[in-house]
């Protein structure tokens, strides 16, 4: 569908790029010729993904480690990728999400989702965006919501709330940044299984499991097909788009709403099996960042 060397002579940042959706789209760009930056909370794993990608592929893939909600942090590491060059593209991937009941969220796993999401989000993108400024660059980046932008997301109320706002600020950018030729998109995938969300939004169950049953298509997203509609909004394919959020879900969120109503339906003793499934997923998670 792309030219081989679509993405060459571009660099682009995908934020939380070491692992699942963002590493698949991060392979996918350096596969099209893109120098790449990647960054993630845990060091580590973002090297690893680097060297991986770079024995796939070959090219340049540069990794950080640092916690997007610092915004300090975030501002230095895009100036130090500016060093090299000014980026041609961003990807706003970094998030985190779990299933709650609301009445049962504390204000820090609250915090957790909103400062990721809604802060960390509008760092990364005013670190990029005023040096392209500055610099008389065009760019273009695009976020990954979520379809409950349209319709709320009940038992996901941080991550509803929080991506509404990133929407928010597509299109609030994709006209304040028009005339500097900036171009600001969104992306608002279904369930694309990845290990660690779907343990923390499905828990006990297969990834893709559940999506599969409710979908009209009858299955989850792929991660090709993620990566080809980024590819697509990252590219000068057509550059006069921008301000828009497209739903890629398999008509999921038309259908049935694309979020977690049915679960109004569990237990006391439903939730509190989910809570610890979830525990237990942070638990390693924290154990293998250490």
């Not at 090297?47 to 990608?53: D, N, Q, S, V």
Request: hydrophobic share 40%; net charge neutral; glycine share 14%.
């Amino acid at each position: 569908m792309f030219q081989p060397d679509l993405f060459k002579g571009k660099r682009i940042l995908v934020t939380g790029g070491g692992t699942g959706l963002g590493r698949g789209m991060a392979e996918k760009f350096l596969a099209l010729g893109a120098d790449l930056y990647i960054c993630g909370r845990r060091q580590g794993v973002c090297e690893e993904t680097a060297r991986e990608l770079m024995d796939m592929h070959g090219g340049s893939v540069k990794a950080f480690g640092l916690d997007i909600r610092d915004a300090q942090a975030v501002d230095g590491m895009v100036a130090t990728i500016f060093e090299d060059g000014p980026l041609s593209g961003l990807v706003n991937n970094a998030a985190g999400n779990f299933i709650s009941r609301t009445q049962d969220l504390s204000p820090r796993g609250f915090d957790a989702i909103a400062n990721i999401v809604m802060h960390g989000t509008f760092y990364v993108t005013q670190a990029v965006g005023k040096r392209w400024i500055a610099g008389g660059h065009a760019g273009s980046v695009v976020s990954i919501v979520v379809t409950w932008v349209e319709n709320g997301g009940p038992f996901v109320v941080p991550s509803a709330m929080s991506k509404a706002a990133v929407n928010t600020m597509t299109k609030s950018l994709a006209t304040e940044w028009g005339g500097y030729g900036i171009r600001l998109n969104a992306i608002a995938p279904g369930e694309i299984p990845t290990e660690g969300m779907s343990k923390r939004l499905s828990p006990g169950q297969k990834p893709g499991e559940r999506t599969a049953k409710v979908n009209p298509m009858g299955r989850a997203g792929t991660m090709e097909e993620l990566q080809n509609l980024s590819t697509f909004l990252l590219s000068d394919g057509c550059p006069w788009l921008t301000g828009q959020t497209i739903m890629m879900d398999g008509g999921g969120y038309l259908a049935t709403g694309g979020n977690f109503y049915e679960l109004r339906e569990w237990t006391d003793e439903q939730w509190r099996e989910a809570r610890e499934a979830i525990q237990a997923q942070n638990e390693k998670d924290r154990t293998q960042r250490s």
